[in-house]
């Protein structure tokens, strides 16, 4: 997924080959993560597409099935990524995923940990901001995750950026083998307040660290917890409105002079019902925007803090 | 795990501990003065109405506190050490103010409650009494602070405070950070751009170490600097621009980048993209005095106090010397750059950089230019992306994207097409008196978003043939 191997790279000469994998785009909200294998076939609601077909064509292509129906093949980003993962837990979204990488001041190089893994989504990204050199120490209690999670890493190529470790953060703290070199820490568990001192143990000095959290009785328990040995303790909630695009045609009111700026008005008389608005195509064309008519109202809340420098 | 010891390395890279030269960001009273300085041993900063020199910082790890102090050559600042003891205090000051039963209806405004006058302020400042000390006087001779709240006395206290006994939170610059910094002082300079929303821009644009990204940054360097952030050293940031004056990226010089980051942050007109793909026209080089960089953005009385600010280069590349000394064997490259003059960013791309992004087009495309059409811009860019590749456009204004997506849309030339706000609010978390933040920002800019596609009915080719404006 990332280009730290040069062959995966983005390039106008790079195409599709047996093994990698794609993302299988039919809409914007209608994706799914497809290995490239070349007996292989994928069947949906457009038909069947033999993989054989798309072998040697370029990213970003449109790929026909036997009925005719069609689907773009998109080389994997932890974005798209995010879309098409299946669901072990509740997932972080591309707005808190963007804000905690910026606020954790991830650059190439760093040591990051997390709890829990969940479900890989922002592991995929804290990866890809650490990368070539650093590394994501991350952490989930249930076996059966981690296990899923090391695969899905795997598939995605990340695996030589993630280390998945099964233990329960709350109840132990974090190995005592990683005290001092994490550059930040990030923890996504029911009771944060149970692992902030181990995370200070981990952290360098002005390491920053974040917890998500639903509720805001978390964020004050953690707070208070974080009081004693951090500093610069700031709770954010980050929201993504998204909105609509359409053309349509938009009716001009007819007034004596003209609105200002219309074209000059046709003559024309409409004198049955009194109606001022023009039936006609006379109108122009307008593209509009508007907010979508439902978004998320609430994901979690983000308390950052930094270790305080103490001698 | 057996990385860790080539984690280490890099993290040297990935410093904490400021250096003569070196760019910072002071945080004076908590967030009420943000400024930018470099670290030299002549310059200044400017706290109420005394100067204080800046040596003193130099050395000292980021994150550290400093107070003013009266010392024997003047006023300086001296680095505050917290305990653990005094950490602890702290605690127990929170936890007591659970329970309150105080409130402030006996309290009359008639501006008698204080019995200590300015002069007899002054005069303990002459005898040499710290601030911490007159704010206790302060407290001591208020008529009214017992019968406050624990509240409002902990507000009473943090306000004399910041009068008395100013604190100097020494600050490592980071796009976010000094994103933060501009939205808050000079939101115009970095087109409205707000941290969650940069965030956004280089996950959309899949911004990651060995891409080739293509920007056009119209908002002062603050995109560029973020994207070299993210690359590392590794990869490029391709600035493009129309016309023969690259914009201003100043703002990068506040990023405390090396040699090897800044050697990836390069400019290209984009006429010159247009000309060598029609044929093999040698490039023309543009005079330098076009380099997209000045020295102007430190902030001005900071500035006063640096003696040669061109040559802030030189301890910069004298730092990596060191660096690399600690392992033991400083390499070829180190010596190199003993000799020559340190990189500056934005120089011109070089021709085998050109002719291999001709080749494989750019991994990511960023546009933040208020000043110009979106879809004018990336109908005209977007050519040189490479097929799949992810494209972010920031807008402060919607209609422009609207109709940028719209174009898009019916050229058949990007899926994945989403126009995005974010939406920010910080809270006050205390104590049974959690609640947002009265004041925010209500607007972060917008964002589109997309993925190129390969278009049989419109090969790459024919888009490179457009019209290039000079």
Known sequence: MLPTDPTKKLSFKRNISDGDLVIVYEKHDNMKAVKVCEKSILENRFGVFKHADWIGKPYGCKVSSHKGGFVYLLAPTPELWTLVLSHRTQILYVADISFVVMYLELIPGCVVLESGTGSGSLTTSLARAIAPSGHVYTFDFHEQRAVAAREDFERTGLSSLVTVGVRDIQGEGFPKDLTGLADAVFLDLPQPWLAIGSAGEMLKPDGVLCSFSPCIEQVQRSSETLASKFTDIRTFEVLLRTYEVREGKMDHCQTEAGTPGSRPSKRKHRASEGSQWEQDNSGSSVVMARPSGEAKGHTGYLTFARLKCVA | ?470
């Not at chain 2, 003013?68 to 950490?87: F, K, M, Q, W, Y």
């Not at chain 2, 007899?120 to 206790?136: F, K, L, P, T």
């Open chain 2, 1 to 470: 795990m057996s990385t860790v010891e080539e984690q280490e390395n890099y993290s040297n890279k990935n410093r904490r501990i400021t250096w003569e030269g070196c760019s910072v960001l002071l945080d004076i009273n908590d967030g009420d003065r943000l400024l930018f300085s470099r670290l030299t041993a002549g310059s200044i900063v400017k706290i109420g109405n005394k100067n204080y020199p800046l040596q003193p910082l130099i050395g000292c790890p980021f994150g550290s506190m400093f107070q003013v102090e009266n010392g024997a050559n003047g006023p300086c600042l001296s680095r505050v050490i917290p305990t653990a003891e005094a950490s602890n205090a702290e605690d127990k000051k929170e936890c007591d103010s659970k329970n309150e039963s105080r409130d402030n209806r006996a309290l009359i405004d008639n501006n008698t409650a204080q019995t200590l006058t300015g002069d007899d302020i002054e005069g303990m400042r002459r005898e040499g009494a710290s601030g911490n000390a007159i704010v206790e006087a302060l407290i001591a001779n208020s008529a009214t602070f017992e019968n406050k709240t624990s509240f409002s006395q902990e507000k009473y206290r943090l306000k004399k405070q910041k009068k008395y006994a100013p604190k100097v939170l020494l600050r490592r610059p980071f796009a976010r950070s000094i994103c933060d910094t501009y939205f808050k002082k000079y939101p115009a300079r970095i087109g409205f751009l707000r941290v969650d929303t940069l965030s956004l821009l280089l996950s959309f644009a899949n911004v990651t170490a060995h891409s080739d990204v293509l920007v056009v940054d119209m908002i002062g360097g603050i995109l560029t600097g973020a994207v070299a952030e993210r690359l590392g050293g590794t990869g490029y940031v391709c600035n493009t621009y129309r016309g023969d004056s690259p914009s201003s990226i100043e703002i990068v010089r506040i990023f405390n980048f090396g040699d090897e980051i800044n050697k990836r942050i390069v400019r290209l007109p984009l006429a010159d993209f247009c000309a060598s793909s029609n044929g093999d026209s040698k490039d023309i080089e543009l005079p330098q005095a076009a380099s997209g960089v000045d020295n102007s953005t430190i902030e001005s009385q900071a500035a006063s106090g640096v003696e040669n600010p061109t040559n802030q280069s030189d301890p910069v590349s004298m730092e990596e010397t060191t660096m690399s000394s600690e392992d033991g064997k400083p390499t070829t490259e180190t010596c190199a750059l003993k000799v020559h003059k340190a990189a500056k960013p934005g120089e011109k791309a070089s021709e085998d950089a050109i002719k291999s992004w001709k080749e494989n087009g750019f991994s990511s495309l960023i546009i933040a230019a208020p000043e110009v059409d979106a879809w004018s811009i990336v109908k005209e860019v977007l050519p040189f992306l490479s097929f799949s590749a992810p494209f972010v456009i920031y807008h402060q204004y919607l209609q422009p994207l609207a109709t940028c997506m719209h174009n898009l849309q019916v050229e058949k030339m990007a899926i994945g097409l989403q126009i995005t706000e974010p939406w920010l609010r910080e809270y006050q978390v205390l104590p049974s008196r959690t609640h947002p933040h009265m004041q925010m920002s209500a607007c972060g800019g917008y964002v589109l978003s997309g993925t190129k596609i390969h278009n049989d009915n419109q090969p790459n080719k024919d888009f490179v043939l457009l019209v290039c404006y000079n």
